[in-house]
């Protein structure tokens, strides 16, 4: 949920989920939201990578080419790297190479974070809390090399450590299952 006030009288929610009508009244409800509702918008987020991002002179930025993170559909950040991107590859009157040189950029965390979400929508509520055990436990090596814009990072740096094998095996498994 997005709760930004745009004036004293005014505020903008939002949210994201598979009832967003229903949720975004729970929410109002239970922060004692009052008022009257303006306007409701609902559209789709796109997830994944497109297939092509540049015809001709047009070219997509942002959500509109599905340059968000999977996990939490932020997109301020891969918009941004890839509207540097796209700046560079005009400036090189090169549009052509927009989508090959922003996928090589980004596309290997947005695969990463598919992975993981894919994974996180089917563990069930005691694997939820196995996992949470093990984050709590190593939170000096998530404040070390965790990466809000990055998540492959912690991944791969959670990987390295031979340690966590013994502690995380069950979870390992669970991993495997999921992704296999």
């Not at 975004?24 to 918008?41: A, M, P, W, Y």
């Not at 984050?135 to 090596?141: A, M, N, T, W, Y």
Request: hydrophobic share 40%; glycine share 6%.
């Amino acid at each position: 949920f997005l709760d930004c006030p745009e004036t004293k009288d005014v505020v903008r929610v939002g949210t994201i989920s598979e009832n967003p009508y229903r949720d975004l009244s729970r929410f109002c409800k239970e922060l004692k939201i009052k008022g009257e509702i303006l306007e409701r918008f609902g559209g789709l987020v796109s997830v994944g990578i497109c297939e092509n991002t540049v015809k001709e002179n047009i070219a997509l930025v942002g959500d509109a080419a599905c340059q968000l993170k999977p996990l939490t559909y932020g997109g301020i950040y891969f918009g941004l790297q890839a509207a540097s991107i796209l700046a560079a590859c005009i400036k090189e009157n090169r549009l052509e190479d927009y989508d090959a040189r922003w996928k090589k950029e980004l596309a290997f965390e947005i695969k990463v974070g598919l992975k993981i979400k894919d994974i996180y929508n089917r563990l069930d509520a005691h694997e939820f809390k196995k996992i949470f055990a093990l984050i709590k436990k190593h939170k000096d090596l998530i404040e070390r090399r965790a990466d809000f814009e990055n998540h492959s990072r912690l991944v791969f740096e959670m990987l390295k450590k031979p340690s966590l094998y013994s502690q995380a095996g069950y979870l390992f498994q669970i991993f495997l299952k999921k992704i296999l």
